[in-house]
């Protein structure tokens, strides 16, 4: 508890690589979360211990793949009602995983606990700069409440400067 | 020559003018039957080929193949008319074991099906209930139930623990609890949560039916809004499947010891209560049949499940059936939250099914026993 700030929580985690289980990596992480607010996200430093995985190949060959696409890529319900997800849009769904823990990390209070559902629905916009670009509409799972809500979040995508999620 | 006794249990046993039989490899033939026919010993090949005989009934085949119990699926999510049809089946076929009935029906009108199975063995049995989605998203909840019928039928004649599950007790399985929702989860809404009811005053529709029950009902961790996801309804028991259950879990209250409620995704075993931060007064049984209930579950792929009073492990709710179960006089009130823990959630693969039932079942399996040993 910080007096007249708000609580502050000291964490330590351990990241395992999804697409390489059997693969972590520590990281210590503080976050606070300011008082009354329901207004202003909470404060999130994190420290990397030790180093993730290159994924310079595979980023290349989705850059390339997604920019040589004659129309743009359009999808919906990622995973499927039955949990599938067709191998060529796995990207698409790990990009929405990383533009849902920006709103979720807007939207977190102490009282909420967010997963992602579902991608309902993404579009793909051409740009006349080198970022891909896609408009996702993603379900968010909140647990205490057990509302699932749509969330339109807009992510650039580019292999050497990451995702930036702009509003 | 040395061969593989299968029968009798013991060479002390073998006497002239009964039956014995062995298993030996291929290349031993070629030594033991002449052996035979020199001792004028009839005999007759019964299995020519074991390791084919073995390939033909297990493995093989891929995942999505594997049929039984007349090449019903159980590793595929099922609509609620398969479902029922399925139940009909069961109904027919296995009639020594298996008894389908109603407990009344659903706001939409669909009847609210439940599986009585277990041996008529003798008059009077205790039994565990166990209900699958009463939250109509939750599909892996239903996929279990019917899980957990197929191993009772296909194994209580190999397993001695089941064939002791099914002589000693009955189950009540309730396969789809929430019947409307679960029907517009697949036609209307995949994330859909609540029954279907319509509520007079605003658009929404649904109560969320593990709020809806008369315990501390409405109180903390449930709303009073008709469109959020956690209304508890106008009043106790306004949903009739809620109102059809209860009345079937007070008329039998005597006669259950187990009420088992599956849910998703968290991977949770919980116990009461939900509706405050105390402790029940049998929470040694309670918490031991948990803590090995984990274990088991735990020893099929490592999956590891926390454990503990729901209020403290998950969150304070209440109105639950869990609570309600506990309150009327069962002693042992389980609610499982199965896979995952947020990476899928709710659209859990099909492929995720085999494992996710395999394991559940050791836990199910491991309280029903512990249930057997008494210790309320």
């Given at each position: ?12 985690l ?25 207004t ?12 993730l995985?290159?994924?310079?190949e ?34 698409i ?32 916009v ?6 891909l ?6 379900l ?16 650039l995508?580019?292999?050497q ?7 | ?6 029968q009798?249990?013991?060479?002390s ?33 019964l ?19 594997r049929?039984?119990?007349?090449g019903?699926?159980?590793?595929v ?27 009344g029906?659903?706001y939409?009108?669909r ?10 063995s ?19 909840g ?11 039928l ?26 409307d ?6 036609t ?20 969320d ?19 959020d ?35 998703a ?9 939900s509706?405050?931060?105390a ?33 403290s ?20 009130a ?6 995952d ?5 709710f ?30």
């Open positions: 508890d910080i007096d007249d700030v708000g609580h502050k929580y000291y964490l330590e351990e990241l395992e690589d999804v697409l390489d289980r059997g693969r972590s990596v520590s990281c210590t992480a503080e976050v606070l979360y300011h008082l009354g607010s329901t202003s996200a909470p404060d999130v430093q994190v420290t990397v211990q030790g180093e995985r290159s994924t310079e595979a980023d290349k060959e989705f850059y390339n793949r997604i920019r040589s696409l004659e129309k743009e890529l359009v999808a919906e319900n990622i995973p499927d009602s039955h949990g599938n997800v067709p191998p060529e849009l796995e990207p769904h790990l990009l929405a995983w990383v533009a849902s823990g920006y709103v979720i990390w807007q939207n977190s209070t102490e009282n909420t606990k967010f997963h992602l559902a579902q991608v309902k629905h993404v579009k793909q051409k740009r006349s700069d080198e970022d670009q896609f408009d996702y509409v993603v968010l799972h909140e647990m205490v409440s057990q509302e699932v809500l749509p969330w339109q979040v807009t992510v995508w580019h292999p400067r990451g995702a930036r999620v702009s509003q | 020559l040395q061969v593989d006794l299968w009798p249990s013991s060479p046993h073998i006497v002239e003018g009964a039956v014995a039989d062995v298993r030996v490899p291929r290349n031993t033939t070629r030594s033991l039957l002449p052996y035979l026919q020199q001792a004028n010993i009839p005999y007759t090949i299995i020519s080929d074991l390791q084919q005989a073995i390939e033909n009934q297990t493995g093989g085949r891929p995942h999505r193949n049929r039984s119990l007349s019903y699926n159980y590793e999510y099922h609509s609620l008319d398969e479902i029922e049809d399925w139940m009909h089946y069961l109904n027919r076929t296995y009639s020594d074991l298996v008894h389908m009935f109603s407990v029906k659903s939409e009108g009847s609210l099906y439940v599986l009585k199975l277990g041996k008529r003798r008059p009077y049995k205790k039994a565990v209930w166990i209900d699958c989605g009463i939250h109509a998203r939750e599909w892996i239903p996929a279990f139930c019917q899980w957990f019928v197929k191993e009772a296909q194994t209580y004649q190999t397993d001695p623990d089941m064939r002791r599950m099914l002589t000693q007790l009955y189950f009540y399985i309730m396969p789809v609890f929430n019947v929702g679960y029907h517009f989860s697949w209307n809404d995949r994330f859909w949560r609540k029954t279907r009811s319509k509520n007079m005053r605003f658009h929404c529709h649904g109560v039916a593990n709020r809806n029950w008369k315990v501390k009902w409405c109180d903390e961790g449930a709303s009073l809004h008709p469109c996801d956690t209304y508890c309804g106008p009043f106790p028991e306004s949903e009739p499947e809620v109102k059809a259950v209860a009345h079937f879990l007070r008329k039998h209250r005597k006669q259950i010891k187990a009420y088992l409620s599956f849910h995704y968290a991977q949770m075993l919980l116990y009461p209560y509706y405050k931060y402790t029940i007064p049998n929470f040694n049984c309670v918490e031991s049949a948990a803590y090995n209930a984990v274990n088991a579950l735990q020893s099929a792929y490592g999956v590891r499940y926390r454990y503990g009073p729901a209020s492990t998950l969150y304070v709710s209440s109105g639950s059936s869990m609570d309600w179960a506990y309150k009327n006089g069962i002693p042992y389980f609610a499982f939250e199965l896979r823990t947020g990476h899928f959630g659209l859990l693969p099909e492929m995720l099914i085999k494992p996710t039932c395999t394991e559940t079942m050791l836990a199910v399996k491991n309280i029903t026993l512990h249930l057997l040993k008494k210790c309320h």
